[in-house]
């Protein structure tokens, strides 16, 4: 099944990354904004993750569909651009901030491209 066809609301996901000097962070990420030539992208804090997609563009990206049972899919992932900003930015932006208030949306200063290198099930 394709990633596309899983995300619903409620679906939850975690991206990894890794820092140049191979130390490694997790965090919890909404399900990203898909293009139809296979592009994932997410907005960004300045946090760790964004740091470390600088330095290190392999990231990966784990998503559980909301429901009953291990639904879902592992991305991984290449960055292919970030940008500071942009329609999609601030579409990211407006939606952050219905979810979770204006502070959170504020502190989004980037969107960052993805290619999806290989797309596995979760279990």
Not at 42 to 68: C, F, H, K, Q
Request: charged residues 25%; without cysteine.
């Amino acid at each position: 099944m394709k990633f596309a066809e899983l995300m619903k609301p409620g679906g939850k996901g975690v991206i990894a990354t890794a820092a140049p000097d191979g130390l490694v962070n997790t965090a919890i990420y909404a399900p990203p904004h898909l293009s139809d030539d296979g592009t994932a992208a997410w907005g960004m804090t300045e946090g760790r993750t964004y740091r470390n997609v600088r330095g290190n563009p392999n990231a990966s990206y784990l998503y559980i569909a909301p429901g009953d049972g291990y639904r879902g899919v592992r991305l991984t992932l290449k960055l292919k651009e970030i940008r500071d900003s942009g329609n999609l930015l601030e579409t990211i932006r407006s939606r952050t901030k219905q979810s979770s208030g204006e502070g959170a949306a504020i502190a989004i200063k980037y969107v960052a491209f993805f290619e999806i290198v290989e797309e596995r099930p979760l279990v």
